[in-house]
């Protein structure tokens, strides 16, 4: 369904006032509410102005905070392939726990190389495997990964049909050897 611009308007503004009220203190209609909007969104972000989506992803974040954790993971998982996403939700997503984040960490088009570089300097082990898992990463992503990266990670790239022998240091295959055999060494005591 696709709605005019002053009804995006009203229909913000309703939202708006179901976060603001006190409806919005009873889980399972901030559950519900959190549902909603991210159903509108995903049918009307690319028909929408960019004030309309920061106004609607303002909301969702402010609703998200509220929600269980399983609901954090549905919203990441809904949000994490929509290019209309303001950035600033799709980093919220990708700095939580590892559940919340793979989503967005592995699909989303909204975060750049900047952004990714950023959040490997930042992030735990869990949030670069997930980054490393990502479609189309750049030579400089790459490389940001591998200054960092443990075995999983090393194994990951590996598999990773995006990532080209050129993002290779030399001798990485020696490296990652012999990282590798450590680990298993390190296993057999």
């Given at each position: 369904m696709v709605f005019g611009?002053?009804?995006s308007v009203s229909v913000i503004d309703n939202y708006r006032n179901?976060?603001?009220?006190?409806?919005?203190?009873?889980?399972?209609?901030?559950e519900q509410i959190l549902t909603e909007l991210t159903n509108y969104f995903n049918s009307n972000a690319h028909s929408l102005s960019t004030d309309q989506r920061l106004a609607l992803a303002d909301l969702l974040f402010c609703v998200m905070l509220r929600c269980r954790t399983e609901l954090k993971i549905w919203l990441s998982n809904q949000l994490a392939t929509n290019p209309y996403v303001p950035k600033f939700l799709i980093y919220c997503l990708a700095l939580r726990e590892i559940e919340i984040a793979r989503p967005v960490l592995e699909y989303s088009r909204v975060l750049?190389?900047?952004?990714?570089?950023?959040?490997?300097?930042i992030s735990q082990e869990s949030h670069k495997l997930a980054i490393s898992r990502r479609a189309n990463l750049t030579y400089v992503v790459v490389q940001k990964l591998l200054q960092q990266a443990n075995?999983?990670?090393?194994?990951?790239?590996?598999?990773?049909?995006s990532v080209t022998k050129k993002a290779w240091p030399d001798k990485s295959d020696q490296i990652y050897g012999s990282m590798s055999s450590r680990d298993q060494i390190a296993g057999s005591y």
């Open positions: 611009m002053s009804q179901l976060v603001n009220g006190s409806v919005a203190h009873n889980v399972d209609q901030q750049n190389e900047n952004d990714l570089i950023g959040l490997i300097e075995c999983e990670i090393y194994s990951v790239l590996e598999k990773n049909r």
